[in-house]
């Protein structure tokens, strides 16, 4: 099975329990499809969701590369801000456009340390 075929089993499955909360149920088939995806990208790309706060806000996800962890442990290395972005997943009721052009989103984007040579995260 593909990493979208299991991804979109996963959200059906959690969706037809009928218990699921709008948001946070469906963190962990989003991460599992974006590890695995990660695992392809040179370099390495690793999903960590619900993180701490880092001075921005507290995105949903983020994403690191493998040299941000350290070589035994499922956290990044302290006080590391993700070097390939951060995720802010919302419910489908509520529209893509509106979250990326929100206050939220710019907390992340306009980060004083989220600005990496003039590339944004």
Same mark, same amino acid.
């Given at each position: 099975?593909?990493?979208? %075929? !299991?991804?979109?089993?996963?959200?059906?499955?959690?969706?037809?329990?009928? /218990? !699921? +909360? *709008? %948001?946070?149920?469906?963190?962990?088939? &989003? !991460?599992?499809?974006?590890?695995?995806?990660?695992?392809?990208?040179? *370099? $390495?790309?690793?999903?960590?969701?619900?993180?701490?706060?880092?001075? !921005?806000?507290?995105? @949903?996800?983020?994403?690191?590369?493998?040299? +941000?962890? +350290?070589?035994?442990?499922? @956290? *990044? &290395?302290? @006080?590391? &801000?993700?070097?390939?972005?951060?995720?802010?997943?919302?419910?489908?009721? %509520?529209? /893509?456009?509106?979250?990326?052009?929100? $206050?939220?989103? /710019?907390?992340?984007?306009?980060?004083?340390?989220?600005?990496?040579?003039? %590339?944004?995260?």
């Amino acid at each position: 099975m593909s990493p979208i %075929e !299991a991804y979109l089993r996963d959200l059906h499955l959690i969706r037809s329990a009928g /218990a !699921a +909360q *709008p %948001e946070t149920s469906f963190y962990p088939p &989003l !991460a599992n499809l974006l590890n695995e995806i990660g695992k392809t990208l040179k *370099p $390495k790309v690793r999903c960590v969701m619900q993180f701490q706060n880092l001075g !921005a806000g507290m995105p @949903d996800g983020r994403l690191f590369t493998a040299d +941000q962890f +350290q070589r035994s442990s499922a @956290d *990044p &290395l302290s @006080d590391q &801000l993700p070097s390939r972005g951060v995720i802010e997943a919302k419910p489908v009721a %509520e529209g /893509a456009w509106v979250t990326a052009d929100g $206050k939220q989103v /710019a907390r992340f984007d306009h980060h004083p340390r989220a600005d990496r040579g003039g %590339e944004r995260n």
